[in-house]
DNA sequence: CTTGGCACTCGATTCCAGTGAGTGCCAGGT
DNA sequence: ACCTGGCACTCACTGGAATCGAGTGCCAAG
């Protein structure tokens, strides 16, 4: 059995009416607010069947109707009209990103930004280093043992890493080794790399062997089995507007939001940039974040995304206006870092 | 007029009950679960001097007593007594510290440690640039008129700056600038350095001049006006374990927790390591945080403060065990950074 | 100066009735 | 077949009264 395109009519206006006022909504209220064309007992009979489909549902018998996660998946997936940020918006989005210094600037206002302009928790995470490709590696001597490797990617992104070498070695074997790398790796993408390490090893003379040894067994590391991400947050105390909406209290949210690897499942994982990814109370794979709704998008340069942003809120989120606030400062920060 | 000994007495008596029992203390549960060896009628004559001199209040009439922030200073000025960790404790400080990698990991192993160990928020400053001193600069040519310039710090911190030349330049002129610059700088502290970029001007050939006036205003603002303090934070979930501590909510604590500006305000002003500092209640310089109480102390590797680290929670803390935490934290993270 | 006694205060808890928003169901109208 | 008005019913919420009890201040006696 369907829903007709009037019960998917007041299903839109449960959800509408109750995100903005952040109350369970009756049949009269319904009527009263929205031209529905139909009184009052025509709604309670549609709700009805929406509660009996599992829709919306009530918090105790003579109150009104609140939509379940089922309820704001179809609201989401289908009845949502996209709401396009308003002037004031786009504007705010430009003056705030432009002038970003480099790309710690650029994460942490876009990451402010996001906050601000959704009042939810946002998360921004660090352009993903097995996404990018190496610009250039350098070699750093610090005395005559131990060398800095510093790699340098195409988005900007820095990782550093100090090794210590069994033997001494001097500035020949420092400038062999950094030629090599380089040639060897610089332009490639970092889950690329992995597989070129090894040949370093074989086309490299004699002299340099035992340190590129070491070396290599450290760039592996840097470059495949630590990819280590960055994930920004702010905004948490958005958590607080409306602590009705968090059953207990806020406090597993913000115990899962201190955990990197939820934070990872939850943003990192985006394949393409503007595939927009909803995730609804009970669909989230985190325990703790059952009572949450995250938006998350991926970002990036071209046409791989490079990593993943987004916001997480009460399910009773705003879904039109986050979804297009997300979307666009993703996109936003896409050419930023494309520009750069 | 002074108090006499037996009311100290009684505000540790009352101090120590209400920390541990989050409720306000009477006359009666103090004779009961303390060895005061008097009545309750006599503490009650105490308590009311207590309050009189403004050490205490009492919420409404027919409540027991509250210490206020004043009580507070007293008991920590005069009144707590050293209470040594516990040996699982210290085991705990040496497992989680030990191991770690670089200087990010012992920042992030640091502040989740110490959020753990207090149960309250902690704070962790990065080793500050400023009180530190150039080990290496290494100038990496990324194109024909941009290089990175890369700073490594005694402590091990790395920062990086892109930088655009007017003009081209070639591999001859990158190392000329590069031993120039460490010349003149490496092993100096960043805050000395500055007064030593406008010899390099002078004390170089012509052909380096003008590449070297676009380096200098860049290391200029690199080391003296942009000295960027990282703080990192955790165990903010702690704040939501006993709401009753944050008058209205935790909202404005959250909101004060993502200013970096106040954090600095809080753990970035440390004069020598091992002096510690309590700002408890109204104390405190910042308006959100007057219901709370911080625990601070510099860290650093000799005998001058790197940077500073501590916690942060409800003027209700147990002040000694805190007080005993984070100075231990403190004293181990600086030795290990010394011994890097 | 301490102590037991005592009257008093006042927040917290419980109980109870009244209110009203909201519902489900039904019979009649289009 | 569907919509509508009517109606009885449910039940959270509100506010006031009664009660409880932890805790106080004061006083007179030791």
Redesign the pocket.
């Known amino acids: 059995m369907s829903l007709d395109d009037?019960k998917l009519e007041v299903l839109r206006a449960i959800v509408g009416d109750f995100v903005s006022t952040e109350?369970?909504?009756?049949?009269?209220?319904l009527a009263d607010r929205h031209q529905l064309?139909?009184?009052?007992?025509?709604?309670?009979?549609?709700?009805?069947v929406l509660?009996e489909e599992g829709y919306i549902t009530?918090?105790?018998?003579?109150?009104?109707?609140v939509p379940t996660d089922k309820g704001y998946r179809l609201f989401v997936d289908r009845l949502s009209t996209v709401k396009p940020l308003s002037t004031a918006e786009k504007r705010a989005i430009a003056q705030f990103l432009d002038g970003a210094a480099d790309l710690d600037d650029v994460v942490n206002r876009t990451v402010r930004l996001l906050a601000q302009l959704t009042r939810q928790v946002a998360v921004v995470q660090y352009p993903s280093l097995s996404r990018s490709t190496v610009r250039h590696l350098e070699l750093v001597p610090v005395g005559v043992t131990r060398m800095l490797i510093v790699l340098i990617t195409d988005t900007g992104r820095v990782e550093q890493r100090m090794v210590e070498f069994p033997t001494e070695f001097d500035d020949e074997v420092v400038t062999g080794l950094r030629s090599a790398v380089n040639g060897a790796l610089a332009g490639r993408a970092l889950s690329d790399a992995a597989g070129h390490i090894d040949e370093l090893l074989g086309q490299i003379g004699p002299l340099l062997r035992p340190p590129m040894n070491t070396l290599s067994t450290v760039l592996l590391e840097m470059l495949v089995e630590r990819p280590e991400e960055r994930i920004v947050l702010a905004g948490t105390a958005n958590l607080t507007r409306s602590a009705l909406d968090f059953p207990g209290t806020i406090r597993p949210v913000l115990e899962a939001l201190e955990e990197q690897m939820v934070l990872l499942r939850l943003f990192g994982e985006v394949e393409s940039p503007s595939t927009l990814r909803v995730r609804i109370g009970g669909e989230n794979p985190v325990e703790n974040l059952r009572t949450t709704s995250v938006v998350s998008v991926g970002y990036g340069t071209g046409t791989s995304a490079l990593a993943g942003l987004g916001v997480l809120g009460p399910t009773r989120m705003d879904y039109p206006g986050t979804i297009s606030a997300v979307r666009a400062v993703a996109r936003y920060v896409g050419d930023l870092l494309a520009g750069s």
């Not at 109350?23 to 209220?29: I, L, N, Q, R, T």
């Not at 009530?58 to 109707?65: I, K, L, M, N, V």
């Open positions: 009037r109350e369970p909504v009756g049949s009269k209220a064309g139909v009184s009052p007992a025509t709604i309670r009979n549609d709700m009805a509660e009530q918090p105790h018998t003579s109150a009104g109707r």
